[in-house]
């Protein structure tokens, strides 16, 4: 028998003595667990200004200048939200959830609205995606009949990013960063965007077992390893390269949410391949790099930036994903469980020491490791503290369906169809003051405190 996943107690022993800080919040027991996630939801969802009246549904205050969210944070959000109440039960937000997942669809339902097209990315569109997909395998309530269903919506940001005319032959082929051939980014390929795509692929080749998904995902696996994005020796994912060197000047940062991106697809492939060898060995080996590099201490860090505290609005998000996509990938490859579980659990409870700050003293920070909070708050601090106690319930969560083993979400396999082909070089750009996309900006930050101080990046 499985040990419980409700043994916070024993857990928070493990970690080394730091200097207690005064949390409120505990992880004793599952009652805690659901307490405490259902707070800092609260907390999370005071950010959230979609539902008054005259606001926007499902958009973060944003994007910078106008607020400090892109658009894609705001899909990551939702399907955190749609992963806890998954996970504890809670409904409180579902209406909120399913009111903001549909407002975002885009008029070719493929979650590309025309505000969004200034900075648009193949990964922010991945991220609604993954989040759409989400909703069809833990069962979320099926949207009115004439809405499109979360399957169809994941289908669709599937089918636009397959679609030829976002490979080109650079770099032997991949996705660009951007989608609209004049934002700054367009000449960028990165491990993000490919893995948003290869992530969905996986998931609607287990959920439809249509197996035209699952050869699109071994492509895009065997372009990132051509291209040398996933390092063959240690597994490491890097960030991207430019297509004006062909892709060779690759970009070393490691980010912990490439990492997990990738590792819940490959769980994915394993699952659907029946446990094949080669997945296996494929997920082992990102799971043990994502370890040790992203959680030396049993608990979650995000090195590129957080060592020399220049970690973006963007970044600071990332843990929460680290958290969910490593729980789920114990469901799909339950041989990696006992791997996996342990450390999450240690990273929990560091997470929540963290959370004493703001007036009510329970603002989560985003420095972990420390015992203490740190000063820091925003959307991303609190989602990844969402994310990282709500998934250690995930032993008590029922497996993800799929569409013949309980799934209802209505499918449309040429969802998408109809969309522009947005980098066709005479697509006219809406103009919108390219406040710049938000992983674009964090580069740029990046290059200016030296980590990436090699780059040029313009169109
Ligand atoms: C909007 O959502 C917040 C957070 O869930 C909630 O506190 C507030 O009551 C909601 N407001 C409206 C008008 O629904
Ligand atoms: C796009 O922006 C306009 C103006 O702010 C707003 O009225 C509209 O609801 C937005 N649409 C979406 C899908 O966010
Ligand atoms: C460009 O890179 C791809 C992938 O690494 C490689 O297959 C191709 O041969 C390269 N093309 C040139 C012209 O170097
Ligand atoms: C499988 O998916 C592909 C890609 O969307 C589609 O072209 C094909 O028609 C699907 N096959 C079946 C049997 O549904
Ligand atoms: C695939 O996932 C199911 C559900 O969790 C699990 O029972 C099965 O063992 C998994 N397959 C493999 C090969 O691990
Ligand atoms: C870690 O904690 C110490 C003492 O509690 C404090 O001086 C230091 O600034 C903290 N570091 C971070 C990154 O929060």
Same mark, same amino acid.
């Given at each position: 028998m499985r040990p419980s996943l409700a043994s916070g107690a024993i857990a928070a022993t493990l970690l080394p003595s730091l200097i207690s800080a005064q949390t409120p919040y505990s992880l004793d027991s599952t009652a805690a667990i659901k307490q405490t996630a259902s707070t800092a939801v609260w907390d999370m969802l005071q950010y959230y200004h979609g539902n008054v009246t005259g606001a926007t549904p499902g958009i973060l205050p944003g994007p910078p200048p106008a607020g400090d969210y892109y658009w894609w944070e705001a899909g990551a959000m939702w399907g955190t939200l749609i992963d806890y109440w998954f996970l504890t039960?809670?409904?409180?937000y579902n209406q909120e959830i399913m009111t903001a997942m549909q407002f975002q669809v885009g008029p070719n339902q493929d979650?590309?609205?025309?505000?969004?097209?200034?900075?648009?990315g193949n990964d922010d569109q991945g991220f609604w995606g993954m989040s759409a997909m989400l909703a069809a395998e833990n069962k979320f309530p099926d949207p009115p009949s004439d809405k499109p269903g979360w399957l169809a919506l994941a289908q669709g940001v599937w089918n636009t990013q397959a679609s030829p005319d976002r490979h080109d032959e650079t770099c032997g082929g991949g996705l660009r960063w951007?989608?609209?051939?004049?934002?700054?980014?367009?000449n960028y390929k990165n491990s993000i965007a490919n893995g948003c795509f290869f992530n969905i692929g996986a998931r609607l080749a287990r959920y439809t077992g249509n197996d035209s998904y699952a050869k699109s995902a071994e492509q895009t696996w065997d372009w990132m390893e051509s291209v040398g994005f996933i390092d063959p020796n240690t597994y490491a994912i890097y960030d991207g390269a430019h297509v004006e060197t062909n892709c060779t000047d690759i970009n070393k940062a490691e980010f912990s949410y490439n990492n997990a991106v990738w590792t819940l697809g490959a769980a994915y492939m394993y699952n659907y391949t029946g446990g094949s060898d080669v997945w296996k060995t494929r997920l082992e080996k990102l799971v043990e790099h994502g370890l040790s590099q992203f959680?030396?201490? #049993?608990i979650a860090v995000e090195p590129a930036c957080e060592t020399h505290d220049t970690c973006t609005t963007d970044m600071q998000s990332f843990k929460g994903y680290v958290h969910r996509w490593y729980a789920t990938t114990t469901k799909m490859a339950p041989f990696i469980r006992n791997t996996i579980l342990p450390v999450l659990q240690t990273s929990a409870a560091a997470a929540i020491k963290a959370c004493s700050g703001g007036a009510l003293g329970r603002q989560c920070g985003f420095v972990w490791t420390n015992g203490t909070y740190d000063g820091k708050i925003g959307v991303g601090e609190q989602m990844s503290v969402v994310a990282a106690t709500s998934s250690l319930l995930i032993d008590q969560a029922p497996v993800p369906v799929t569409a013949n083993a309980g799934g209802t979400s209505k499918g449309n396999i040429n969802a998408g169809g109809n969309s522009d082909n947005l980098n066709r070089h005479e697509t006219p750009i809406t103009t919108g003051?390219?406040? #710049?996309a938000g992983i674009l900006t964090a580069l740029i930050l990046g290059s200016a405190c030296g980590l990436f101080g090699w780059m040029s990046i313009g169109t």
């Open positions: 039960g809670d409904s409180t979650y590309m609205p025309p505000n969004q097209t200034a900075s648009l951007q989608i609209p051939f004049a934002n700054n980014g367009y959680f030396p201490q #049993g003051g390219r406040a #710049g």
